[in-house]
């Protein structure tokens, strides 16, 4: 594959790469709270599925879907593990949950930033989610949903109350904010660049 700078592809990058960092570091954070089974939607080129599984014994399964065949293809042949699998399909398609069936836990990273239908989306994502399941969701900071994005690769950037907006059909959410490798409940008058929602479907 080549790395457009869109995707993240660990063996194309410089190990220093901010990008390559930060989302790592995004992955070991949802690491805590992963268990059963796990669906990876919009998982690109698999590498979270590694990290996931590292020393976790409370991991069944890990079902990553992307909307691209190549990076789909690029996982099967280079993170494939015993309890991974891999499937294109988009994340906007309302039957996934009777396609793929229900999870107890979902990352879904750098995502709802990038198409129309992010209300679709999220719907979605609580229709995958099995009750008392838990959904890791993050996106970057923005200016808000009716302002241009400076990234060439998003749709919306979100303000922090129309990210929770969006997500309120979940019962709990706990808000927290990244910065290069550091994800925690904000500290008043510190600098964010992502917020990481950790959400909960009862």
Do not use: W
């Amino acid at each position: 594959m080549e790395y457009t700078g869109e995707r993240v592809i660990p063996e194309l990058m410089n190990p220093k790469n901010g990008l390559l960092i930060e989302h790592i570091a995004r992955y070991k954070f949802a690491k805590k709270f992963a268990k059963g089974r796990v669906l990876d939607i919009a998982c690109g080129v698999g590498y979270g599925s590694e990290i996931l599984l590292e020393d976790n014994r409370e991991i069944k399964e890990i079902v990553g879907i992307d909307i691209c065949k190549d990076t789909i293809e690029y996982a099967k042949k280079h993170y494939n593990f015993p309890q991974t699998s891999y499937f294109c399909d988009d994340a906007l398609n309302t039957r996934l949950h009777e396609i793929y069936g229900t999870f107890d836990t979902i990352i879904s990273f750098e995502t709802i930033e990038h198409f129309r239908g992010d209300e679709i989306f999220i719907n979605n994502l609580y229709n995958l989610l099995k009750p008392n399941g838990t959904l890791i969701i993050s996106t970057p900071f923005g200016r808000g949903k009716n302002y241009p994005c400076s990234c060439p690769f998003h749709v919306y950037q979100y303000t922090e109350e129309e990210f929770l907006e969006i997500l309120k059909p979940f019962n709990e959410i706990t808000m927290y904010h990244q910065v290069d490798t550091t994800i925690e409940i904000p500290k008043k008058d510190k600098k964010y660049y992502l917020m990481v929602a950790v959400c909960r479907k009862k």
